[in-house]
């Protein structure tokens, strides 16, 4: 047959505009195509240096975000019970202005009676800064939930992490250890990175519980034990150190190896650094046989020996002490290869590869540089072996000791910042850990007046926690008090019931932002629940006696609020991905990105960010008003990201400053804006080639680092091996300074905040019988979607309407069971009942599904008969967001003892199959009245186009 | 009955699919939804897209499945569309006409106003890859976005399928397989691309790259010998004192 008429050259829409995606948190640049005022197409720009033209599924997808019917409509005033889905609609006047009652009340009472937990939003420089200026230290984002393990096990030691913080340099490296990456952080530079990678033949290492996605294309897949990343990884760093397959220079040059620890046992200085008159960290001389200044050039410092300070007290390398932590037997590979799944010969083997690598294909490049001491280098050397890790060994009670030895792995193959090697993303490096420190001590948290910092920092001692005299909590969260003195990022996960409790205190607000609370973003979700809709008996009131919510969608935490304020689809809205926040920069330099809108909202719903604007200047909040009590932006939050300074010349976005040609620094910029959108929403500066690595000493890039204001001084940062804030807090543990942990909580900071690296195994192993819980379970988020954002989605929800429980096939054999067959999960904390598929590329003793498939009948707008409420579950239900009582009756939050990350993959379970005809998901829960838009029975989407002209 | 082109096109446009970059990510099939359901010709609708059956017509599909037992298997990502075959049972069979293959490039399409919808073609497919559109009634096939890879408004280098254009593991190739200096028919000869079932005899134009062998190597030159002790006599604390008195 011959070819036929066709148009092969179509319009391809009538207006295509840039803007940042956010069907999920990795934040790549879209070409958005309009037809007649319709979304005809959404595609990757080609110019954005975070997916440079690429798009995964999600943001595909984000055409059925935005025309979701589960969009909410209208500001909401809750009528009926709470959870009965009862509301009535309200202007946005009178919402706002019962908003602003309820809160003026309590700002002027007590300010910490607000607890604002703003989830998984990307305007934290924003709402952080608004509850200070509130009054409260009562915030967080969904940090302390997520990653802050991760975090902050990276911070305290190369002063930058993975995702936002850091990235591999995929070019250069030869080998690749991916350890339990979340697809959705940093999800499409990771494919294109693994693509680079196979192209180069460079070696690709998954060490994760479960072999789908990434793993499913590595080049050997190590199926660990959930939880013992740490061993294996302590493992590896014992082969190397008996091997002597470390680079000492590096080290040397860059780390605190050198540093002097006081060997002093039982004394207040034990474990800290010997440090000059300056407070200089010292080191011992070998040339001079004695102490020098650690920072100094011509010293030649020792790493091992032990020293007589000449003052009665003797002092050891920080090197020596960590040579002997790892040199010991315990964490020989034939020690650990049980316990982690891993076979002993298969541990040597990948030590013996990582070193390989790093040693024998050492790689460099022919451009000069030069470090912050002066010295020049004619060339950049690097080890080729990169890293990555997040939530897989971030998210469990043993995870920032596990993160803070992944880093020192790789410090000691001097793979930091090098050629092949792991990258800063500007404006990290910063200061291990960085200033501030977190506000809310008593005198800083007065009715009516601003709080005197930010409610979240850096902690380096126990002076800098925010706790009373006798050691209780000053926040509602327990966020950096002894239960969790580096919680960098908060705990939301407690809020809800600590609340509830009123433990330490009760509140009077709780004020949400884009998290479900109610769903699959609590631990406990049906505890949390009852919690949610618990009365006093006495005065009948709910025991959290408001909350208020912001979400665009009609989910499943929604109708437990009393006031809903309706947000506005990412699509319809002006947004800001800042530098102040979580930057979208790469190693080759720092980037931020606006969201403009593309279309208007169909709806009476506002912007999250532009209502707490409006609030804020209600309230009179400091900063939010003029002197003349009118708003300071009146113009919303555009008018914040453009005229807001964080300090003198330094603001949300870092492009086009002063008169449009200042970037980093600049007075703000009335056509700030405007530059964005011309450059298709971001903002980017390339370094210069002799910046690109070393950034932690190089003197070029810390110059430039200065003067962007990313750090406040071009001293080097130097990566903290041996951690002694960790130490400090231990020291008051073991009786020394005036800052104490009260009796309870003594001897659990005394053995968890050990200043190198410990593992511990998770703490639900200690409160289940092996016996009887002999299984670990995880989950993970398929590669297509976000949360319960995507599998409410009309497209993705076709790819994947109701999740399985994944049984590794050993285990179904001696079990008896078969793909399809319903079982019931047992934990400590509950039953459920799930469908099953039996897979090999799984840990033994593991099974998993993944997250956030399963939905409470009626929310999101889906029938309730959806496969998603019917079949789909959730692990939630199983894990306890408290640990059992311990030996005093107290119960410690499941989280990790230093930073409270919630350790959601500790959970034990036990697995039987169901009784025949016993199917369904299970528990199930009465259907939340619908809401949202009509809901078609079919659907042919044509994108503004006319279908067949 | 249909014929199929009386010669062999001159060009053989089709994907190479690498299946060891792959990762199962579904981007390539939501994108192909996307420009597909607002582009040529009648859009994919879908079916109780909120209710317990929601299910659409789609031109792209990735499979996911283990191959192999215990830790030695293999879980393998396989993204699935017409092949554009040189010898396309789809096209012979279809006794209206609508289901034809270009003389110029080989693609195999649809002419919508001719099809029926009586589904003989999808029946004689053995790869799966059409599907019926529920609201249209007509047959649906991958285009290989024949409205973007000759649109002239388009730039060049976003001529491609839409899947090709987004995919973030770089996992697709589009070009001319009948020309063997393509890059993409060197990228088949250099990987030992393959045609999915030849004992079908439909010749395939579309190919896939197999997964390189998984192994316990370096993957950067062999095997490499094991570690021995830095310093059998003085232990590793003198090893590093003796490399730092260099």
């Given at each position: 047959m011959s070819s036929r008429p066709l148009d092969t050259s179509p319009a391809i829409s009538d207006e295509a505009r840039y803007t940042t995606c956010y069907m999920c948190a990795c934040r790549c640049g879209i070409k958005v195509h309009l037809r007649n005022g319709e979304l005809r197409f959404i595609e990757g720009n080609r110019d954005h240096p975070t997916n440079k033209g690429v798009l995964c599924a999600k943001g595909a997808a984000g055409i059925m975000h935005h025309h979701s019917p589960a969009r909410?409509?209208?500001?909401?005033?809750?009528?009926?019970?709470?959870?009965?889905?009862?509301?009535?609609?309200?202007?946005?006047?009178?919402?706002?202005?019962?908003?602003?009652?309820?809160?003026?009340?309590?700002?002027?009472?007590?300010?910490?009676?607000?607890?604002?937990?703003?989830?998984?939003?990307?305007?934290?420089?924003?709402?952080?800064?608004?509850?200070?200026?509130?009054?409260?230290?009562?915030?967080?984002a969904h940090g302390g939930f997520c990653s802050v393990n991760m975090a902050a096990g990276g911070i305290y030691t190369i002063g930058g992490s993975f995702w936002e913080f850091g990235e591999p340099d995929w070019e250069h490296a030869r080998y690749f250890l991916m350890f339990g990456v979340a697809e959705d952080h940093d999800s499409n530079p990771i494919k294109g990175g693994l693509a680079t990678l196979k192209a180069n033949g460079a070696k690709f290492v998954s060490v994760n519980p479960v072999r789908t996605g990434y793993s499913a294309i590595a080049d050997e897949w190590l199926g660990v034990t959930p939880g013992t990343d740490g061993l294996f990884v302590m493992a590896l760093i014992h082969e190397l150190l008996r091997a002597g397959k470390v680079d000492l220079d590096y080290l040397v040059r860059y780390t605190n190896a050198s540093w002097l620890v006081v060997d002093n046992p039982g004394a207040a200085d034990n474990g800290l650094f010997v440090r000059d008159g300056d407070g200089t960290p010292l080191c011992w001389d070998r040339e001079a046989g004695a102490t020098a200044k650690a920072s100094s050039v011509d010293a030649r410092p020792a790493l091992t020996g032990r020293y007589d300070l000449g003052d009665g007290r003797h002092a050891v390398p920080a090197f020596q002490l960590l040579a002997e932590r790892y040199l010991d037997p315990q964490y020989a590979p034939d020690a650990v290869a049980e316990r982690t799944g891993i076979p002993a010969e298969t541990i040597r083997r990948i030590a013996a590869e990582v070193a390989d690598a790093a040693f024998s294909e050492a790689v460099e490049l022919d451009v000069p540089w030069t470090d912050w001491a002066g010295r020049k280098h004619d060339k950049m050397v690097g080890r080729p072996v990169t890293m990555l890790a997040m939530r897989g060994i971030s998210a469990h009670a043993n995870g920032f000791h596990t993160c803070r030895a992944l880093h020192i792995l790789q410090t000691l193959l001097g793979s930091i910042d090098v050629p092949g090697g792991f990258r800063y993303r500007p404006p990290f490096p910063r200061p291990a850990p960085p200033g501030p420190k977190p506000a809310g001590k008593p005198d800083q948290v007065v009715p009516g007046k601003p709080m005197g910092g930010p409610p979240l920092g850096f902690t380096t001692g126990p002076e800098d926690l925010l706790v009373e005299a006798d050691g209780t909590p000053r926040r509602i969260d327990k966020a950096f008090s002894w239960e969790a003195p580096v919680s960098a990022h908060g705990l939301m996960h407690l809020v809800i019931t600590n609340a509830w409790k009123g433990d330490p205190y009760p509140i009077d607000t709780l004020f949400m932002y884009m998290a479900n609370m109610a769903w699959n973003s609590a631990m406990n979700t049906s505890e949390t629940i009852r919690m949610l809709t618990d009365k006093d008996p006495e005065t009948g009131e709910y025991k959290i006696p408001r909350i208020i919510y912001s979400d665009a969608f009609w989910s499943e935490t929604v109708p437990y609020a009393d006031l809903v304020f309706p947000d506005t689809t990412y699509l319809e809205r002006w947004d800001c991905i800042s530098l102040l926040d979580r930057p979208i920069s790469g190693a080759e330099g720092p980037a931020d990105a606006i969201r403009q809108p593309i279309v208007k909202p169909s709806r009476d719903v506002r912007p999250f960010q532009d209502v707490l604007l409006d609030l804020?200047?209600?309230?009179?909040?400091?900063?939010?008003?003029?002197?003349?009590?009118?708003?300071?932006?009146?113009?919303?939050?555009?008018?914040?990201?453009?005229?807001?300074?964080?300090?003198?010349?330094?603001?949300?976005?870092?492009?086009w400053r002063g008169n449009g040609d200042e970037h980093g620094r600049g007075a703000p910029n009335p056509g700030q804006l405007d530059a964005y959108v011309a450059n298709k929403c971001f903002w980017q500066d390339e370094l210069p080639a002799d910046q690109l690595y070393?950034?932690?000493?190089?003197?070029?890039?810390?110059?430039?680092?200065?003067?962007?204001?990313?750090?406040?001084?071009?001293?080097?940062?130097?990566?903290?091996?041996?951690?002694?804030?960790?130490?400090?807090?231990?020291?008051?543990?073991?009786?020394?300074?005036?800052?104490?942990?009260?009796?309870?909580?003594?001897?659990?900071?005394?053995?968890?905040?050990?200043?190198?690296?410990?593992?511990?195994?998770?703490?639900?192993?200690?409160?289940?019988?092996?016996?009887?819980?002999?299984?670990?379970?995880v989950t993970q988020r398929p590669m297509h979607m976000y949360h319960s954002w995507g599998s409410q989605n009309a497209w993705l929800r076709q790819i994947l309407g109701s999740n399985r429980l994944y049984v590794p096939a050993t285990l179904a054999a001696e079990n008896g069971l078969a793909d399809d067959d319903w079982v019931y999960l047992t934990s400590r904390n509950g039953r459920i009942r799930c469908q099953i598929r039996v897979m090999q590329g799984v840990n033994g003793r593991t099974v998993w599904t993944w997250n956030a498939i399963g939905k409470r009948a009626g929310a999101w707008n889906l029938d309730d008969d959806a496969p998603e409420a019917t079949k789909g579950f959730l692990l939630n239900h199983l894990i306890d967001e408290l640990l059992p009582e311990r030996g005093s009756g107290y119960r410690y939050a499941n989280a990790d003892p230093v930073t409270g990350q919630a350790a959601w993959y500790d959970l034990r379970v036990s697995i039987e199959k169901a009784p025949v005809q016993e199917e369904g998901a299970e528990p199930q829960f009465p259907s939340l009245a619908r809401a949202g838009h009509p809901v078609p029975e079919e659907m042919a989407y044509v994108g503004g186009g006319k279908v067949r002209s | 009955m249909t014929s199929l082109p009386a010669s062999t096109p001159p060009k053989q446009l089709g994907l190479v699919i690498d299946l060891d970059t792959c990762v199962g990510c579904q981007a390539c099939v939501v994108a192909c939804k996307e420009w597909n359901t607002g582009g040529y010709p009648a859009p994919l609708s879908d079916q109780d897209p909120y209710g317990a059956d929601a299910r659409g017509a789609w031109l792209n599909r990735v499979h996911g499945f283990e191959a192999g037992e215990g830790a030695d298997g293999m879980t393998v990502h396989f993204p699935k569309s017409c092949l554009h075959c040189a010898d396309a049972a789809c096209v012979t069979v279809c006794p209206t006409g609508a289901s034809y293959k270009r003389d110029e490039d080989g693609i195999v399409l649809v002419e919508e106003d001719k099809c029926i919808g009586c589904g003989l073609c999808a029946w004689a497919c053995p790869y799966g890859a059409r599907e019926l559109d529920g609201v249209s009634k007509v047959m649906k096939k991958c285009t290989l976005c024949i409205d973007r890879i000759y649109n002239e408004n388009l730039p060049e280098d976003e001529r491609q399928p839409a899947c090709v254009n987004t995919c973030p593991a770089h996992a697709r190739h589009f070009g001319d397989l009948a020309d063997p200096e393509s890059q993409v028919s060197k990228l088949v000869a250099e990987r030992g691309g393959f045609d999915l079932m030849p004992e079908m005899g439909y010749r395939p134009t579309n190919k896939y790259l197999p997964p390189r062998p998984r192994s316990g190597g370096t993957g950067c030159g062999g095997t490499v010998p094991a570690l021995e002790d830095a310093d059998p006599a003085g232990g590793f604390l003198g090893w590093v004192d003796r490399m730092l008195s260099r």
């Open positions: 909410l409509t209208k500001p909401l005033l809750r009528v009926g019970e709470r959870g009965s889905g009862a509301f009535r609609e309200i202007e946005w006047d009178e919402a706002l202005s019962i908003a602003t009652e309820w809160l003026d009340r309590i700002r002027n009472d007590d300010p910490r009676k607000l607890a604002f937990f703003t989830g998984r939003d990307q305007s934290q420089a924003m709402t952080g800064w608004w509850a200070t200026q509130f009054g409260t230290p009562n915030y967080a804020g200047a209600r309230l009179g909040l400091p900063g939010l008003v003029k002197d003349d009590g009118s708003p300071r932006y009146p113009g919303g939050y555009p008018d914040y990201l453009v005229n807001h300074e964080r300090k003198p010349g330094v603001g949300s976005l870092a492009g070393y950034k932690h000493a190089n003197r070029g890039y810390l110059d430039y680092a200065k003067r962007m204001g990313f750090i406040d001084d071009a001293a080097p940062i130097v990566i903290q091996l041996y951690s002694e804030p960790l130490q400090k807090f231990r020291l008051a543990a073991e009786g020394h300074g005036v800052v104490q942990p009260p009796e309870q909580h003594r001897e659990r900071v005394r053995t968890y905040f050990d200043p190198l690296p410990i593992w511990y195994p998770p703490f639900e192993d200690d409160a289940n019988d092996e016996a009887r819980y002999p299984l670990h379970a | -």
